[in-house]
């Protein structure tokens, strides 16, 4: 039977970045994004660092760059709804088009703005990717509950990954039933596309309600259980001095780039 196993992005490795304490790994990458989110609109000096950074960072945990890069495309769809700024943000206008009878101008300012957002976020997944590429989920969850999260957010996030891939494989086999009772092997087969997208909805509807159903038989085994909403795991290690070194040495450097973008703006 085939499983769905394209949203497990962990890669086994024994590099430095993998050794590392997955407390650390989490908080650095908070703070990469907090500094990241940081910089002004605009200066490409620190955002480039910022890109190199990832790029040090991915070479020295031998993940296939285009891996990564692949993965944080997700970001851009997402990233495209800033691209109102490109008219609302007052500024000198680049050019001037006829929308509806009515004139809008694109302006440098806005442009730049839509950019740096746009760039942004782009690379927050990209520190994302490389987290979850170099560290397992379990660790993660570990790593949240040591940081003392919410603990409805860890159970949360905890059961979604647990259960998503069990739902894409019911998925997949209301799928496969769909095309084994087909009057043809092609998918697209079977009538037109108003009677596909009927279909398809009647497949929805089965999938949100058979993945309810099993909800409710999972929280009553586990009420059962004596669950009471903390996800327990192993007690976690003390922290190394190299991890250390590395946390304290790492934000300093974030807060260096940011500090450069501030000046660089002021200049």
Known sequence: MTHFHALDQYQEGNSLVHRLDPRVKLVLTLAFVVAVTAVPHGVWVSLL??????????????????????????????ALAAITLVFTVDGTPLATLSVASRNVSITHQGTVAFASILTKSWLAVLAATVLATTTSFPDLVAAMRALRLPKVMVAIVSFMYRYIFIIADEALRLQRAREARSASPRSTAGGSLLWRTKILGG???????RSYERSERIYSAMLSRGFDGTIRTMGAEKLRLSDLMISVTFIA?????????TIYMEI
């Open 49 to 78: 660092l910022f890109l190199g950074t990832i790029a040090v960072i991915a070479a020295l945990a031998r993940v296939p760059p285009i891996l990564i890069f692949r993965r944080s495309m997700i970001a851009i769809p997402f």
């Open 203 to 209: 497949m929805i509807g089965s999938l949100f309600l």
């Open 253 to 261: 450097y974030l807060l260096a780039v940011v500090a450069l973008g």
